[in-house]
């Protein structure tokens, strides 16, 4: 029979690959954004350097808000404690 703690664990683990999919994504819109800006890639991109900031620091925010719910969720599905 399955525990609640291994259920937990198996939560968490799956919550913590989500919010790490979704940084590593939209990171990867960031960048290809950036290179689109210099021309250097073909489709989607920044059309200006406001537009870059702006999506520079809204992924940040982001990315900081996801690693404290990665925080979060390794604490409460017990995540590393023996």
Known sequence: MVSL???KISIATAVAAAFGFVIA???RDVIIGILKYFELWRDGGFENLTGMAIGIVVVIIITILCVL???Y???WGGIGKK
């Open 25 to 27: 994504l939209l990171w």
């Open 73 to 75: 969720i390794s604490k």
């Open 69 to 71: 719910g990665i925080l």
């Open 5 to 7: 703690g291994e259920v």
